[in-house]
């Protein structure tokens, strides 16, 4: 039992390093005003329901909660977003630029990691 209690210490101090964060939020109280500013968001389901995960860094991968599962988003990040089907940004499937927001068409339930452009503004 000890060796489980540490390992998800252990995880939740990466996460808190880390500076993500991740929450499952009920439909009834999630919208767009969940996502904070300097933020990409994700939510699983269409008109920003079901659960969320929000991240102000690149993410290698949103974990099992939302992997394939995100159907709205917002950019709030002051920089183009680009959206992977694979961790560790591999398989590019676009783009997201700032403060675009709505539903997502072209990688509906595909996405597993994001990162900001690099400096020449390519994914």
Request: with cysteine; aromatic share 10%.
């Amino acid at each position: 039992m000890f060796r489980n209690v540490a390992r998800v210490t252990g995880v939740v101090t990466l996460v808190a390093a880390l500076g993500l964060s991740l929450s499952a939020v009920s439909p009834a109280v999630a919208g767009p005003e969940q996502c904070p500013e300097g933020h990409f968001c994700l939510w699983e389901h269409a008109g920003y329901k079901g659960r969320f995960f929000s991240s102000p860094h690149d993410v290698p991968n949103v974990g099992p909660d939302m992997n394939d599962k995100s159907t709205s988003h917002w950019n709030r990040m002051d920089k183009r977003v680009c959206v992977y089907d694979h961790s560790r940004y591999r398989g590019l499937l676009g783009s997201y630029g700032s403060n675009s927001f709505g539903h997502m068409d072209f990688t509906h339930d595909i996405i597993t990691s994001f990162r900001r452009v690099n400096a020449e503004g390519r994914c």
